[in-house]
């Protein structure tokens, strides 16, 4: 290789427009070349430019230093007795760490390049070179590193907030399982009322927090009032909102005591508030049943109409008995008006949210009312418990296991001795 003074005369002030010399000084290079004369002058011009650099005759020294102290650059020759720069690159690659290298060679062939680069070298020079060449690529390199500690330093930050922000999302989760776990307990469990009627549930949410909540209790020793409120939307928001309406129609309210079915709807419509201002709204079915004579009083919100399941069959709520209203927060200077029917001997109450017959198959479209009623029927003679079941479980096959939207079953059973009526009041 061959030099001039004038090539390796320093000129740091010219390089220090790529890279300043403050950054330059921070960078360490080792020179692990055996030919003493080619590694005097490579080692003076790197410090001509400012570097902190280190030379080594054979790799093997090379390669202890490497094992111990970090270095950021590895500028070796290619042809070295035992272990050549080849095998250098090879086993620097292998590091966890490994420096930025460039190997010099003094054959420019092809196969050559090929060779050195799927070796692990990061640049390629054959000898003899020009020193302003050298320099050139060795900041190009430098540029390269300075690029990847941004990049690692940046990395570094984003796992930081990575992990802050794993740690606020393990927090909600436990936050949305325990209000969760809050939002079953206000669902009734399936239980017995008064005068011998039962009430069975089935409740699958589409999230960990559902828009739908329902109930049923007794008011006295002859009523027993219930209801199932849909709020629109499903998820976080459509749940805290469904617990602030389920809050005015808690059992614990004296409103119930009065029996006034259209006074705590319209009570209810008249708290409904939509904070967020999106057009939210609530269906809700809300009635009071009278235990011994079978007669229900009921009120529609824009809700999917009940279901009576009889021995014989299924069937919806004549329309001409429960006609739909408005659903709760559309207008709240609705006036809601209750209607009535009875239910006759070992006729059930079915009540749904839209969640369990709107979902739809990929091939097959919507689920639908008509294939819900049939099923109904279908299984009419299943156990209470058996019937919810089987009902959920051919909606979630229908809707291929992925939740749609929340499901809510609610049954209510009459006795076997309620009076006879061929009528309905």
């Given at each position: ?144 590193i300075e690029m990847q500690r941004k990049l690692e330093s940046r990395n570094q930050a984003l796992n930081k907030l990575l992990i802050k922000e794993q740690g606020y999302l393990n927090n909600l989760r436990h936050d949305l399982s325990l209000a969760a776990q809050l939002q079953r307990a206000l669902l009734p469990k399936n239980s017995d ?160 949210s839209d969640g369990i017959y709107e979902c739809r198959h990929s091939k097959f479209g919507s689920y639908g009312l008509p294939k819900l009623l049939k099923n109904i029927s279908d299984a009419r003679a299943l156990p209470a418990e058996k019937l919810l079941h089987y009902l959920c479980y051919s909606t979630e096959l229908w809707q291929e ?25």
């Amino acid at each position: 290789m061959t030099m001039s003074k004038t090539q390796t005369k320093a000129r740091p002030q010219n390089q220090t427009k790529t890279i300043p010399l403050k950054l330059i000084q921070q960078y360490k290079i080792i020179v692990v070349e055996d030919c003493n004369s080619e590694r005097c002058l490579l080692l003076s011009l790197l410090e001509s430019m400012g570097f902190t650099a280190q030379g080594f005759s054979n790799a093997k020294e090379a390669i202890a230093l490497l094992q111990h102290e970090h270095v950021d650059m590895v500028i070796t020759d290619w042809m070295m007795p035992n272990f050549s720069g080849i095998e250098l690159c090879k086993l620097i690659k292998s590091m966890s760490c490994s420096p930025y290298t460039i190997l010099l060679t003094g054959n420019n062939q092809n196969a050559h390049l090929i060779e050195g680069i799927e070796s692990g070298a990061d640049d390629f020079i054959a000898k003899p070179f020009h020193s302003g060449v050298l320099k050139v690529r060795i900041l190009a390199g430098l540029r390269i590193i300075e690029m990847q500690r941004k990049l690692e330093s940046r990395n570094q930050a984003l796992n930081k907030l990575l992990i802050k922000e794993q740690g606020y999302l393990n927090n909600l989760r436990h936050d949305l399982s325990l209000a969760a776990q809050l939002q079953r307990a206000l669902l009734p469990k399936n239980s017995d009322l008064t005068q011998g009627w039962r009430v069975t549930t089935e409740f699958k949410p589409a999230q960990d927090l559902a828009g739908d909540l329902f109930q049923c209790f007794n008011i006295d020793q002859q009523h027993i009032g219930f209801y199932l409120l849909d709020v629109s939307g499903h998820g976080t928001a459509a749940s805290m909102l469904s617990f602030t309406l389920a809050h005015h129609l808690s059992s614990s309210q004296q409103v119930w005591q009065s029996l006034d079915l259209a006074m705590i709807t319209n009570n209810l419509n008249r708290e409904f508030d939509d904070p967020e201002r999106c057009g939210r709204f609530a269906t809700l079915l809300i009635g009071i049943a009278n235990t011994k004579s079978g007669e229900v009083e009921i009120i529609n919100a824009g809700h999917p109409s009940p279901i009576i399941v009889g021995p014989h069959g299924a069937k919806f709520v004549d329309a001409s008995y429960v006609k739909s209203q408005l659903p709760i927060g559309i207008n709240k200077q609705h006036s809601y008006h209750s209607q009535r029917f009875t239910l006759e001997k070992e006729e059930q109450l079915l009540l749904y949210s839209d969640g369990i017959y709107e979902c739809r198959h990929s091939k097959f479209g919507s689920y639908g009312l008509p294939k819900l009623l049939k099923n109904i029927s279908d299984a009419r003679a299943l156990p209470a418990e058996k019937l919810l079941h089987y009902l959920c479980y051919s909606t979630e096959l229908w809707q291929e296991k992925q939740a749609q939207d929340d499901i809510s079953l609610m049954l209510i059973s009459t006795t076997t001795n309620l009076p006879h009526c061929d009528s309905k009041i």
